[in-house]
């Protein structure tokens, strides 16, 4: 069964920044890639991040050169360091593992920027 526990999530203001985290016990890095979702408000879900297996980060161009996403591979935990945060930011995170194919979803957390 995957488990993901995001955590991190919080109201700060234009030009803040906020760490997310996700806690995915039972993952495997070498073996499946994991990353970072975000939904808006009445829109869909759209990717933000990720990290191959190979430890190689990929973002979204929203996130690129303001978010940093980075893993512990003992623990097994990812990270989502945002920077420069802005309203359009303001969305629920999830946390994703990509088991063959498939992606499981933690619940979410919460990032609200204010203008």
Not at 28 to 33: E, L, R
Not at 46 to 67: D, H, I, L
Not at 94 to 100: A, F, L, P, Q, T
Request: net charge negative.
């Amino acid at each position: 069964q995957v488990q993901l526990v995001e955590s991190g999530g919080g109201l700060v203001q234009y030009g803040g920044s906020l760490r997310l985290s996700c806690e995915t016990p039972g993952s495997d890095f070498s073996s499946n890639d994991i990353g970072w979702y975000r939904q808006r408000s009445g829109e869909r879900k759209e990717w933000v991040a990720s990290v191959t297996t190979y430890g190689v980060p990929n973002y979204a161009a929203s996130a690129t050169g303001r978010f940093i996403i980075s893993r512990d591979v003992p623990k097994p935990s990812i990270y989502l360091d945002m920077n420069s945060l802005k309203p359009e930011d303001t969305a629920v995170y999830y946390c994703y593992e990509d088991r063959y194919g498939s992606l499981h979803f933690g619940q979410g957390t919460q990032v609200t920027v204010s203008s």
